[in-house]
């Protein structure tokens, strides 16, 4: 069953936000108090902004930059969460028995975020890294491209397209590419499916145009005209339907 990120986060700031109430209540020592309400309001802040359409646009709240570091005032206002989710990925990490990436294709792999350098998180080979996360630090010296988004959340169509380019790019370099995304297979896979559609469109087009130039030559003057305005839709829509499915 699919969660949105901000479910899980507004529900689990119900205790620090119930706890804060009941410390000022009470009187608690007021950094108690300070320290709760600090944690409810960022737990607020994050589930509010990775909700709705337009959660696009606040995937730089937590201060990760293009370059992938995380902001001296992301990690000071927004230690909270931080704190929480590399935890939490570090718990998952330790004790899953799942692989910590999928080789998807002769090339391709998609998987979760790498804490390291080592062979463990990331593929063999010098792989080119697409990172779809907005929480998450670059912790590796690969090339790398850094597409911000929520946790449980797609990218956005034009994030995608730019990820198709420069995972392309490094593929015909030789380099294998790597796609990460956070804790949902949504994210990356959404990408993964994009740049598989492209090159699947690239070799069919080409394909096709073959295909066409040939029937020219052999078709007589008359129907040349009709020739060219073929179109074979089965394969475009077999494409757009895929690709229509991951995104949703």
């Not at 990331?122 to 988004?149: R, S």
């Not at 949902?184 to 740049?195: D, L, P, Y």
């Amino acid at each position: 069953m699919h969660v949105e990120l901000s479910s899980l986060v507004a529900t689990a700031t119900v205790i620090p936000c119930t706890l804060a109430v009941l410390s000022f209540k009470r009187r608690y020592p007021w950094p108690v108090s300070f320290l709760l309400g600090h944690i409810t309001l960022v737990g607020c802040a994050v589930a509010i902004s990775s909700a709705g359409p337009r959660s696009h646009l606040t995937t730089g709240l937590l201060g990760k930059r293009e370059d992938g570091s995380i902001a001296w005032w992301g990690k000071s206002l927004f230690w909270p969460y931080h704190l929480t989710l590399r935890s939490k990925l570090a718990v998952q990490q330790l004790y899953s028995t799942e692989n910590p990436y999928d080789k998807v294709a002769e090339g391709w792999y998609l998987g979760a975020w790498p804490k390291n350098n080592l062979i463990l998180h990331l593929p063999p080979g010098g792989v080119a890294v697409v990172d779809c996360t907005c929480e998450l630090p670059k912790k590796h010296n690969q090339p790398y491209l850094a597409l911000p988004t929520w946790d449980t959340h797609a990218s956005k169509v034009e994030q995608i397209q730019k990820g198709v380019e420069f995972a392309l790019k490094y593929r015909a370099e030789g380099r294998p590419v790597f796609v990460h995304y956070g804790s949902s297979q949504k994210v990356g896979g959404t990408m993964a499916v994009k740049i598989t559609i492209t090159r699947i469109r690239g070799r069919t087009s080409q394909h096709q145009f073959s295909a066409k130039e040939n029937m020219r030559a052999a078709a007589p003057l008359g129907q040349r005209t009709t020739t060219l305005q073929t179109r074979h839709t089965q394969p475009e829509f077999a494409i757009n339907t895929a690709l229509n499915a991951a995104l949703l």
